[in-house]
């Protein structure tokens, strides 16, 4: 499986931010083909000082070449492009693998 991980720095204007993505881009994220499932949340925090982020969001994909090949289609381009509506504070896209495992 393949991760993307996308974290978002405080926006300008937060209301905004959240109103924006949860009315608007995550719409969008909901008919995203490819993906097998996604994840976000506005309740980040980290075990001592202030976070650095103000959201976060995941989406898993079978693969590599899935994720790529989600993220290079016409949607995928609509997402990426949607994130300059909300996202004042920037975003920081990271990807990885994530191997199967049990404890």
Partial sequence: MQRLL???PPPADPD???????SHHLPLVEDWP?????RYS???ATTTGEAPY?????????DAA???AARESPHGRRLTADVANYATG??????????????
Avoid: K, N, Q
């Fill in 54 to 62: 103000f959201a976060v969001f995941e989406a898993d994909f079978a």
């Fill in 6 to 8: 996308v974290l978002y």
């Fill in 66 to 68: 899935a994720m790529a």
């Fill in 16 to 22: 905004h931010f959240r109103d924006y993505y949860l």
């Fill in 42 to 44: 506005f309740d980040v």
């Fill in 90 to 103: 920037g975003v920081v896209v990271i990807h990885y693998p994530v191997p199967d495992g049990a404890s």
């Fill in 34 to 38: 490819g993906v097998l499932a996604w």
